[in-house]
């Protein structure tokens, strides 16, 4: 088993997919009638059926080579999820103030990406561990540092060169993919007719070590 970091899965075919986050969180009923929920994960997975990405024979053939050479589930690999792939919102442009990383101790050089999702009280905390090459935007103290730093776009580690003094504020903002990998080792199709054809194809974002 390996990670594939480049190419991702086609944008073509995952712009049109169906899906979305998904959490395992039971809920039991008591004779009584009332209930409690059981939260399992503290942060969602994602998954989609990619084949209404599937409009024609070449879309077709682009997701065999890559169900081919990932061996079915053999291969872990980057999924762009179109609802959810920037440090801040969709219609917002990507700014280095979007996330907050961090406040340092004193000489720390080292973050890791994440994005909080807050509902009043509430929040989310999601790590990224595949940001997206070049568009990592750091700050400190609500200052872009365009030099000084290198990305890990492997893992999501960012790292200053020089060190931090304690209480300096990190911010960043990026773009990002989930890792995934496919949902069969089979890969289903019928043709009707040379160019229609149906499909049911899973991919499953993974949780990374």
Same mark, same amino acid.
């Given at each position: 088993m390996s990670f594939i970091e480049s190419p991702r899965f086609p944008d073509e075919i995952s712009l049109q997919s169906e899906g979305g986050p998904e959490f395992n969180t039971p809920v039991i009923q008591v004779k009584s009638g009332?209930?409690?929920?059981q939260i399992n994960w503290d942060v969602d997975?994602?998954?989609?059926?990619?084949?209404s990405g599937i409009k024609n024979q070449t879309d077709f053939y682009t997701l065999l080579e890559f169900f081919l050479v990932c061996r079915g589930?053999?291969?872990?690999?980057?999924?762009?999820?179109?609802?959810?792939? %920037?440090?801040?919102?969709?219609?917002?442009?990507?700014?280095?103030?979007? !996330? $907050?990383?961090?406040? #340092?101790? #004193?000489? !720390? /050089? !080292?973050?890791?990406?994440?994005?909080?999702?807050?509902?009043?009280?509430? $929040?989310?905390?999601r790590t990224i561990k595949k940001p997206m090459s070049g568009?990592?935007?750091?700050?400190?103290?609500? $200052? *872009? *540092? /365009?030099?000084?730093? /290198?990305?890990?776009t492997t893992t999501g580690l960012i790292t200053r060169s020089v060190g931090?003094?304690?209480?300096?504020?990190? %911010? &960043?903002?990026? *773009?990002?993919?989930?890792? &995934?990998?496919?949902g069969v080792n089979k890969l289903p199709a019928r043709f009707r007719h040379p160019e229609f054809l149906e499909l049911d194809i899973p991919v499953n974002e993974v949780r990374l070590a």
């Open positions: 009332f209930s409690k929920s997975l994602r998954s989609w059926n990619v084949a589930m053999g291969h872990r690999f980057r999924y762009k999820d179109w609802s959810d792939y %920037k440090s801040g919102r969709l219609n917002n442009a990507v700014t280095p103030l979007d !996330q $907050t990383l961090g406040t #340092a101790t #004193a000489g !720390q /050089t !080292q973050f890791q990406l994440i994005k909080k999702y807050i509902l009043g009280g509430l $929040t989310l905390i568009t990592i935007r750091p700050s400190v103290d609500d $200052t *872009e *540092e /365009t030099t000084g730093w /290198t990305f890990d931090l003094s304690v209480g300096q504020v990190v %911010k &960043a903002g990026f *773009e990002f993919d989930l890792p &995934a990998m496919f």
